[in-house]
C-alpha cells in the first residue's frame, strides 16, 4: 500500500485529523534530518516538501521569501532529492509528498522530474497549476508507486470536481480560503459547508483544507467542519525561522493536539 493510505488508514481509527505541513527543504541554516525529525517526532504525519521556484504565484510573502533563499543557496535539482533521500532512509514509514508548481516542467521534463521523484522514495506529488489536461497527461507518465494529488480550488466548478472524483487518491488539497497562501486571523465562514458538500462529491476520498490555517483553534475547528485534516505551511514556516527548533517542536505538538 501506498504509505499515504496507511497513514490516514490509522488515523480513522484512532479518530485524528492529519497534520500535513510544508517542509521548505534547503532553507538556509537548517540541516535536512534535524528539522525532518523536529517536524515528525513532534506530530506531522505527512511532510509536504516545497520545490522552490521562482515565482511561487499561490504563495504568499512567508513562503515566497523561504524559496528566494534556498534558490540563492546554490540550489540544484539532483541535490534537492538527494536529500529527500536521506530523509527517506531515516523515516522509512513516513509519507513524503512532493509540492512543485508546473513551471518546474520548462527546466526539467515531467518524465524525468517523475523519475527523480521515484528514486528517492516520495509518495506522492501535488502541482499547482495542474489543469485537467495537464493531470491526464501526468496520469500516463507517473510511477505507479506514486500518487498523483488533487488541488480543489475553493471556488471550484462542478466539472473540474467530476474529473477529480474519477481519478482521485491518498488525499484531497482543499484550498480553504480564496488568494494565496498566508497566515489568516479567522477561517472562512462558508468553509464548513464547502467541507461538506466537496466530501459528499468525493466519497472516501479524505478532505485536508489549507491555506490561511494558522493555529492549534483553526486545526480544531477544521476537524470538526468534518476534515480528514489539514495543511499548514506558512504560520509554522514563519515560526520555525524566528524561533528554536525546541519552540517549533512544540508549536507542531499544540497543532497535532488540536486534531485528536
Known sequence: MNLLDVKFSKLKKKNEGALIAYFPLGEVGFNTIELARTYIDNGVD??????????????????SDSMKRILNNDFEVQGFFDE???????????????????????????????????????????????????MKELSTVIPPSIYNLWFVPYNYSEDYINEVKDSAKGYIFLQATDGVTGARNELESGLKDIIRETKKKLDNIP?????????????????EMGA????????????????SLEETGSFIKELKSALK
Open 84 to 134: 529527500i533521500k536521506k530523509i527517506r532512509r531515516e523515516f522509512k514509514d513516513q509519507p513524503l509528498e512532493v509540492f512543485a508548481y508546473t513551471s518546474v516542467f520548462e527546466q526539467i521534463s515531467m518524465e524525468d522530474f517523475l523519475s527523480l521523484c521515484e528514486n528517492s522514495g516520495v509518495d506522492s506529488v501535488l502541482f499547482v497549476g495542474a489543469d485537467n489536461l495537464k
Open 228 to 243: 480528514d485534516g489539514v495543511i499548514i505551511g506558512s504560520s509554522l514556516l514563519k515560526f520555525l525561522v524566528t524561533h
Open 207 to 223: 478532505i485536508c483544507p489549507g491555506f490561511g490555517i494558522s493555529n492549534a483553534d483553526h486545526c480544531k475547528q477544521i476537524k
Open 46 to 63: 505527512i511532510l509536504e516538501i516545497g520545490f522552490p521556484v521562482e515565482t511561487p504565484y499561490l504563495d504568499g510573502k512567508v513562503v
